[in-house]
């Protein structure tokens, strides 16, 4: 089969790099054993999946509310869309909680795979999942999410394949009241283009979606992110921060639209990026379209690089330049990461970060 | 244990240090004093090794090894201290962390084992109590929101906790009520007033050296230091000013 990838003359590709995909989706998987244990975070509480190569290995899973199997989500997205078949469905009863952590531990050995998943909560149902993509190939995923009246979902993303891309298309619709915040970070070797749409359809919902990319080499992280407030009272987040170095570069592209019957929606975007070297690049756009006339929505970009003032300050104190600079970079991503929620995650991005740091 | 001869110095290309000669010796404390533009900041951004001052003649010597040879990081492992006169706001990184990191790195390249958590915070405490920062504080972003004095003092708290041979302190006095000044004064007495420790304090104003009493007082003026003398000369020259001095 051809794989028909969007061309980088389109708008919203113009900073990807697909390239390396056309060879990852014909070769094969290398297969071979997969040591997950340090992968998982949570406690004994959530159910777990993990994929190998989009198969789940069901002798380390434990499934708990989570089915697999065919999965009711199709998108028109030109990746998304190749995530069909079987795959994962959270759906959540009225007033239903998932017990614990659910994590989806995504193992690559080469070669594509292509998931989709569901998520439904219906009325005030919640859930938190963290999701972890690690090995080499080309991981495609497709999330449809769907959130019914004041139901919440945590959504955690940790980016940490050594090599090859993670391509993730995000599919969210947000009832009354909702609330979905979903954190992602970019902290491995691989490609990245991350794609999101989430619409708050109904009265009062809160969308926040954000994170940190950090690339080095010649990496390519590329997120694509449009929030869309549909019905009034709607408040979103946008927080992300983007770190570049060497030859690497991290794209932003954050839009947020407010249709006309979307008053009183508050929306802020915070997009800020950090060059680690004058040879690597970071693109931001923020965007906003809004045809309501009653509407707060703050924005801001900027580009910069490490404080020369602060390198020597630390510095002078005993602590060795690369330390140094670890430490101001850092603290630059702080703010995407310390605002989760939960303990347990926030420690794991924590961890995620000070290793791609410590690698330097 | 500093020894600094001939010494010529640019930024940006623009001589500022022309030819300064000075020498400290342990349990000897050395003020200098001069006019805006004079090179004070200079001579201490050189000796801490910031980029951008660039050494073009002359050299410096700190316990007999050559002190321009090495690395910012390296002076302060080898005992030099740079307390500066404009301390950096560094949102992200609390003070405790910044401390105990740059504390441990200092030891590792001296060879020594890094110092615990808990005997950190020790150290931090007493250091912190001694110039009246709260360790509340100290757990904050490195001088995020601390006014100009308590910066200051979270100047005097690194040295303490840093216990450095050489403190070179650069216009550690301005900006202090007189309160303030009493404190960081009694700091860098009780921390450097020692017989194996030197301290180059650099200032513009003498008041600072009524609780600091110098051993010396030099006079730099257009990169050069035009005069040397005892504690009185600080005197002499609240008296009669710059001008006449530096003729």
Known sequence: ?360 | MLKIENLHATVDDKPILKGLTLSLNPGEIHAIMGPNGAGKSTLSYVLGGRPGYEVTEGSVTFDGADLLAMAPHERAAAGLFLGFQYPVEIPGVSNVQFLREALNAQRKQRGEEPLSGGAFLKVAKAQADGLGLSMDMLKRPVNVGFSGGEKKRNEMVQMGIIDPKLAILDETDSGLDIDALRVIGEGINRIMRKPDKAVLLITHYQRLLDYVRPDFVHVLAAGRIVRSGGPELAHELEREGYGALAA
């Open chain 1, 1 to 360: 089969m051809m794989l028909a990838l969007p061309s980088t003359r389109e708008e919203a590709w113009r900073w990807s790099d697909l390239s390396a995909l056309p060879a990852l989706a014909a070769a094969g998987h290398e297969g071979g054993p997969v040591d997950a244990d340090a992968l998982w975070i949570g406690g004994d509480e959530g159910a777990r999946l993990l994929f190998v190569d989009g198969r789940l290995d069901r002798d380390r899973s434990r499934p708990g509310p989570l089915l697999t199997g065919a999965v009711d989500a199709a998108s028109a997205h030109p990746l998304g869309r190749l995530a069909t078949g079987e795959g994962w469905t959270l759906a959540l009863g009225r007033d239903h909680a998932a017990p614990g952590l659910i994590e989806i531990v995504h193992v690559a050995t080469g070669g594509a795979s292509h998931l989709p998943a569901r998520i439904a909560l219906d009325e005030d149902a919640q859930a938190s999942i963290v999701e972890t993509f690690v090995g080499d190939g080309w991981a495609n995923r497709l999330t449809r999410i769907s959130l019914g009246k004041a139901a919440r979902l945590m959504r955690a993303v940790r980016l940490r394949q050594a090599s090859g891309f993670t391509s993730l298309r995000d599919e969210a619709e947000l009832g009354r009241g909702a609330s979905l915040v979903t954190t992602m970070l970019g902290a491995g070797g691989a490609g990245t283009r991350i794609d999101a749409a989430v619409t708050l359809a109904d009265a009062g919902a809160y969308a926040e979606i954000g994170g940190a990319l950090l690339a080095r080499g010649e990496q390519r992280h590329d997120a694509a992110i449009v929030v869309r407030h549909a019905a009034p009272g709607g408040s979103s987040r946008q927080l992300w921060r983007a770190v570049a170095d060497d030859s690497a570069a991290a794209s932003l592209a954050a839009r947020v639209e407010v249709a006309r019957d979307a008053q009183q929606t508050d929306g802020e975007q915070s997009l800020r990026g950090l060059l680690l070297k004058r040879s690597a690049t970071v693109n931001l756009k923020p965007e906003l379209e809004i045809f309501a006339d009653d509407v707060k929505c703050a924005h801001g970009a900027t580009v910069g690089e490490l404080d020369a003032r602060a390198l020597f300050y630390l510095e002078s104190r005993g602590i060795p330049p690369q330390r140094a600079r670890a430490m101001l970079t850092r603290a630059f991503v702080a703010d995407a990461l310390d605002r989760i929620g939960d303990e347990t995650v926030r420690d794991a991005f924590a961890a995620d970060a000070n290793r791609w740091l410590g690698e330097a």
